[in-house]
């Protein structure tokens, strides 16, 4: 089993930046992907970003493509989402996920099944 634990949200004006962070923990060996997703109230849950175990293939939604950056240490068995530009839109309950199995096209880790979920950390953006 692996146990994801997200930090660094909070609130923050528009324009502005924080950086959320995953800690993994537990069966390590079977993180692979690992994702960061988003929820807004009255919204379906969104994939934002992923990253590949090596961190050769990522994955951004158009809606924070060139804003927001994924990144992983494995050493650390983390994973870090920069979000910079921030906009109101951006505020939402976001999570963190990872794969369980080896995936190597960008359609997998946009699509495919993220195994392990962690309990979210909530970012606000004020106008």
């Known amino acids: 089993q692996v146990q994801l634990v997200e930090s660094g949200g909070g609130l923050v004006q528009a324009g502005g930046s924080l950086t959320l962070s995953c800690a993994a923990s537990g069966r390590t060996s079977t993180v692979y992907a690992m994702g960061w997703f988003r929820q807004a109230p009255g919204k379906e849950r969104e994939i934002v970003a992923s990253i590949s175990r090596t961190g050769t293939i990522t994955y951004y939604s158009d809606a924070v493509k060139d804003r927001f950056t994924i990144s992983r240490d494995n050493v650390k068995n983390r994973a870090y989402l920069q979000m910079n530009s921030l906009k109101p839109e951006d505020t939402a309950l976001y999570y963190c996920?990872?794969?369980?199995?080896?995936?190597?096209?960008?359609?997998?880790?946009?699509?495919?099944?993220?195994?392990?979920w962690g309990q979210g950390t909530q970012v606000t953006v004020s106008s």
């Open positions: 996920a990872s794969q369980k199995t080896l995936q190597l096209t960008v359609g997998s880790l946009r699509f495919g099944l993220y195994d392990y």
